[in-house]
């Protein structure tokens, strides 16, 4: 029933921007993370950020911080990554996903398995 679904990946040159979104659909946000992750070639998945639905508050991972920031359009149940600064080593799938089970608890989930809900993923091609 809950479904999400990213878009805004392309191919951009290094130093350049791209802004991801990922439309929520099925479910209210009120108490979830939303998350964005990257899974590059031959990589593990790897946590990028995430952000409290309700109250805004966001975290990142040192390799995104001050590069990248999220944010939410509660109007339009859609998260965003917008990406500045864009280096190839950034070249990966991103994912959005959303996790239920932290509401109220002062936690940021940063884990795959911390999740409950993801998108299928959209390519993002950095060249040099």
């Known amino acids: 029933q809950v479904q999400l679904v990213e878009s805004g990946g392309g191919l951009v040159q290094a130093e350049g921007s791209l802004r991801l979104s990922c439309v929520v659909s099925?479910?209210?946000?009120?108490?979830?993370?939303m998350g964005w992750f990257r899974q590059a070639p031959g990589k593990e998945r790897e946590f990028a950020t995430t952000i409290r639905w309700s109250g805004g508050s966001t975290y990142y991972a040192d390799s995104v911080k001050d590069r990248f920031t999220i944010s939410r359009d509660i109007a339009k149940n859609t998260v965003y990554l917008q990406m500045n600064s864009l280096k190839p080593e950034d070249t990966a799938v991103y994912y959005c996903a959303a996790s239920a089970r932290y509401s109220g608890s002062g936690y940021y989930p940063s884990y795959e398995y911390e999740y409950d809900y993801w998108g299928q993923g959209t390519q993002v091609t950095v060249s040099s």
């Open positions: 099925g479910r209210t946000l009120i108490g979830y993370h």
